[in-house]
């Protein structure tokens, strides 16, 4: 069983930064991909950027340039890292985590965390 804990998320103004994390508990491989989803209110949840157990990474259109994923394997976490914050950013922020790659970029990732608040607004 593994549990996804996402942590970072709060009320920031447009133009700033916020950086999201997930912890990973429970029995995960290392080489696990791990993801960040999110869901803004009336629509429907997307992906925002996934990263592999070796660091290859894949994101949305919409946060290229923007935003950043990473990991740190020894501690079992996954980073987004959110630069020029938009209002249309605003959303509810789920981590995902699976041995394979295409199940988190499809949504289909085995685990879940509960997910963080972002908001964007002045």
């Known amino acids: 069983q593994v549990q996804l804990v996402e942590s970072g998320g709060g009320l920031v103004q447009p133009g700033g930064s916020l950086r999201l994390s997930c912890a990973a508990s429970?029995?995960?491989?290392?080489?696990?991909?791990m993801g960040w989803y999110r869901q803004a209110p009336g629509k429907q949840r997307e992906l925002v950027a996934a990263i592999t157990g070796d660091g290859r990474t894949v994101y949305a259109d919409s946060v290229k340039g923007r935003f950043t994923i990473s990991r740190d394997n020894a501690k079992s976490t996954v980073y987004l890292q959110m630069n020029s914050l938009k209002p249309e950013d605003t959303a509810v922020y789920y981590c995902n985590t699976d041995r394979r790659l295409a199940e988190v970029v499809q949504g289909t990732a085995d685990y879940w965390g509960q997910g963080t608040q972002v908001t964007v607004s002045s």
């Open positions: 429970g029995s995960i491989f290392r080489f696990n991909a």
